[in-house]
């Protein structure tokens, strides 16, 4: 017997024994594939020190594992290669559709976590607990079924769908659009890289209103499967992605981002007259580390972050990322110099409050630098505009010390 005839008797053996699995072959093949996909990237995401957006992207893959094996149980039951009765007909059907409730919130958690971290949501315990009380009481309704069948029936050896099951799926569905919602209300307060990502979010979201009811008008074929998969696969991309393009500490754009920002701006020629690079120095960030370690100064590089986010909200809109370990770049349309020096005294004014609202043991000095882009010259480059803004922070620094010095003798001599 040649390999050839020996692989299609194997094949026609297998299609035999499985010809009496009704559709069940689909699904778990489907969610068998799946379930390989989400171990890979639960094993990727436990390297190296997790993040809060890893911990809660690890949760999410461990959920989707426990869910497609939950539909591997579920199937089997269903067609009755693991014995049907009463009792596996429940605990199976109870554990994959309480499983997907949990599975929604979860994600819907990981789509607004930008929002989150930039404080345009609440972020605590109180809005987290409100947020979970449609999966809870699905939870709750599922695990109690055999009490009064409102989602689960079960009668004689039989079980059958409650009369409430339809709300149980509208409240699992309602989290994906919720997030998108709340990511598009807030848009206006997004870079163009954060603007991307609710795009992401919003078809996520279109993509599990459409196909996730088709899965209860047609079990035969795994359309959730494919739906939280693709879903998995798009998140786990963006989160690899925002690794590159958003410093983890402060949540915003990193040095990265900020020079394909600058490049894109400079090839689309929009207003070029009015473009001002700002580069912000954190004076006394080596003191804090020095003083109250390490963790302290991250607090610090928050705290500046928050007093830039709330003058963008506020009072101007600009482009805001980490350039380097205490530095950061702004880059904003200005009109004319007295607009550019009220816009310097703005940001100095809602860095002080933003250390005096988060009760800072310490005042945080800032060093800023500009420049302003102009044709023929060093500055009309990336790099140039950057290398432009250093220089005058360095003046200034200088310009101080002398001050600062030159004080410091007057004082002596009197």
Not at 107 to 118: C, E, M, R, V
Request: hydrophobic residues 45%; neutral net charge.
């Amino acid at each position: 017997m040649s390999s050839n005839e020996a692989i299609f008797g194997v094949w026609g053996s297998l299609q035999i024994a499985l010809s009496g699995w009704g559709y069940a072959p689909f699904h778990i093949v489907a969610h068998i594939s799946c379930l390989i996909v989400f171990a890979i990237i639960f094993n990727k995401l436990q390297s190296g020190n997790q993040s809060d957006s890893q911990r809660l992207l690890t949760l999410l893959c461990l959920i989707e594992i426990l869910y497609c094996a939950a539909q591997i149980i579920r199937v089997l039951v269903d067609v009755n290669i693991i014995p049907m009765n009463l009792v596996s007909q429940y605990i199976s059907s109870a554990a994959s559709t309480g499983l997907f409730s949990v599975l929604l919130w979860v994600l819907f958690h990981f789509s607004i976590f930008d929002l989150k971290a930039k404080k345009l949501v609440p972020n605590n315990f109180k809005f987290n607990f409100i947020t979970a009380i449609p999966m809870l009481i699905n939870v709750i309704l599922l695990s109690t079924s055999p009490i009064h069948g409102l989602y689960l029936n079960l009668r004689g050896s039989t079980m059958t769908f409650g009369r409430l099951i339809n709300l149980k799926i509208i409240a699992d569905l309602l989290y994906p659009l919720t997030g998108a919602l709340l990511v598009i209300s807030k848009r206006r307060l997004m870079t163009r890289y954060e603007r991307e990502n609710m795009s992401v979010v919003s078809f996520l979201a279109i993509f599990l209103m459409c196909f996730a009811p088709l899965q209860l008008f047609n079990w035969k074929f795994p359309f959730l499967c494919y739906v939280i998969l693709i879903t998995s696969i798009v998140i786990y991309m963006n989160y690899a992605d925002s690794l590159v393009s958003l410093d983890p500490v402060t949540r915003i754009p990193n040095r990265n981002a900020v020079l394909l920002h600058l490049f894109e701006r400079l090839k689309s020629g929009v207003d070029l007259d009015k473009l001002y690079v700002f580069l912000v120095d954190v004076e006394d960030l080596w003191d804090i580390n020095d003083r109250y370690g390490r963790a302290e100064g991250d607090r610090a590089l928050k705290i500046v972050t928050d007093g830039l986010n709330k003058f963008r909200e506020n009072e101007h809109k600009c482009y805001i990322s980490r350039y380097a370990s205490c530095e950061f770049i702004i880059i904003a349309d200005i009109n004319n110099r007295n607009e550019r020096d009220l816009f310097i005294e703005h940001i100095r004014n809602y860095i002080i409050n933003s250390a005096m609202h988060a009760r800072a043991k310490y005042i945080i000095h800032v060093n800023i630098g500009w420049s302003h882009y102009e044709q023929f010259s060093r500055s009309e480059t990336v790099l140039g505009l950057i290398e432009e803004a250093d220089h005058m922070m360095n003046e200034n620094k200088e310009q101080k010390k002398f001050d600062d010095l030159w004080q410091s003798s007057f004082h002596d001599e009197n």
